[in-house]
């Protein structure tokens, strides 16, 4: 039996109000109180996906920037890795390693507004730390080693640089590594953004399937159980 509320006030007159009706009516607007949760919690989704696309958006525009920067920047490093190797190789033409260290300087330049680039998309701390510190790197030790490497080709010097070549190799194995490492933070994080979009979709169509389903078995059950009373 429905509990009465209090004899005055609005809840009293509610309750009132909800005792004279009668049970077909009260089942129907149970279901339809919780449908109208349901809708509630729906139209909640509805608002989050907005900002979540919203928010998606955003990053997927910061994603677009950074590919391009990411990509080049690891091109970059591997030409010069080339021209260097090509100057050792080539020690005893003059010309060739002339044309490999002119080349070589453009390629840097390039390199260093690739990387300036590519840091203006970064919005974490850690990824602009591990950025930086690979730039450092490259500034206090992959650099010189190369400019070692041609100055040794120059002089014939075959043997150090070789050597030299070996310890610049390292170097510009463990820079590249971290942009790859932050092409495939990219690429994860795509995927992660890709399945929460899924998951809120979801959502929101069995939020839609609880309206309809609740408003459907309200209806049914009232009535199912309204027509053997109105025959008593």
Known sequence: MLRKGPAGGIFGKLFRRIGDMKISRRLLA?????????????GMSAAAVLRLR??????YRGRIMAFPSIVSASVALAQEQSLAEDAVLNASDPVRVQNCETD????????????????ATVAT???????????????????PDMEKVFGLSWQGRLKEATASLRDESFEQKRIAAVYNDFMEYHVKQAESEARSVSEV???????????????????????????PLRQI
Not at 125 to 143: F, I, N, S, V
């Open 30 to 42: 149970g279901f339809l109180a919780a449908s109208a949760i349901t809708a509630v919690l729906g």
């Open 201 to 227: 979709a979801v959502l929101l169509a069995v939020s839609a399937f609880g309206v309809a389903l609740s408003v459907f078995l309200g209806i049914s059950i009232s009535r199912s159980i309204a027509r």
């Open 125 to 143: 701390d850690e990824w602009r730390k591990k950025l930086t510190d690979a730039k450092k790197r490259y500034d206090t030790a992959l650099l």
């Open 54 to 59: 919203s928010t998606l958006d955003s990053m």
């Open 104 to 119: 070589f300087q453009k390629i840097q330049k390039e390199f260093e507004g690739y990387h300036k680039a590519l840091c």
